[in-house]
Nanobody, 129 residues
Framework: QSQLVESGGGLVQSGGSLRLSCGAS????????IGWFRQAPGKEREGVSC????????DTADSVKGRFTISRDNAKNTVYLEMNSLKPEDTAVYYC??????????????????????WGKGTLVTVSS
C-alpha cells in the first residue's frame, strides 16, 4: 500500500512546464527527507531532486539543474517539483519517496536504492518533440 501520492503528470510539449505534487495520508512529511526519482523505459531509476525536512537544503541532478526546482510546504504536508523547459529525455514515471534518516545529497545519489521508507505509485510525465 503506497502512502505517498503523486499528481500533476501528463503530456506536455518540449519547452513546456509541469508541477508535480507529492502528498501523504497518515504520514507527517515534515519528519522525512523527500526525494523525486524517475524511471524511463529501459533505464534504471535515478534521483532527480531531494529536499531536507525543513526545506533548507536540496540536491538536484545535473541533468535537470536550472530547469527543475524542488520545494515543500510542510503546513500543507506537500512536496513539489516544478519542471520547466521540459525535454523529451525527461519523459519518465516520476516517483516521490520519503526517507527518515538521510540527507538530500545521499538520498538522491543513492537513486532510491537505500532504505526508502515510503514510495508513491508514480505519475507519468511525457514530453513530446
Amino acid at each position: 500500500q503506497s502512502q505517498l501520492v503523486e499528481s500533476g503528470g501528463g503530456l506536455v510539449q518540449s519547452g513546456g512546464s509541469l508541477r508535480l505534487s507529492c502528498g501523504a495520508s497518515g504520514i507527517t512529511l515534515a519528519h522525512y527527507v523527500i526525494g523525486w526519482f524517475r524511471q524511463a523505459p529501459g533505464k534504471e531509476r535515478e534521483g532527480v531532486s531531494c529536499i531536507s525536512r525543513s526545506g533548507e537544503s536540496t540536491d538536484t541532478a545535473d541533468s535537470v539543474k536550472g530547469r527543475f526546482t524542488i520545494s515543500r510546504d510542510n503546513a500543507k504536508n506537500t512536496v513539489y517539483l516544478e519542471m520547466n523547459s521540459l525535454k523529451p529525455e525527461d519523459t519518465a514515471v516520476y516517483y516521490c519517496a520519503a526517507q527518515l534518516i538521510t540527507t538530500p545529497q545521499n538520498m538522491c545519489l543513492a537513486g532510491g536504492r537505500f532504505d526508502i521508507d515510503y514510495w508513491g505509485k508514480g505519475t507519468l510525465v511525457t514530453v513530446s518533440s
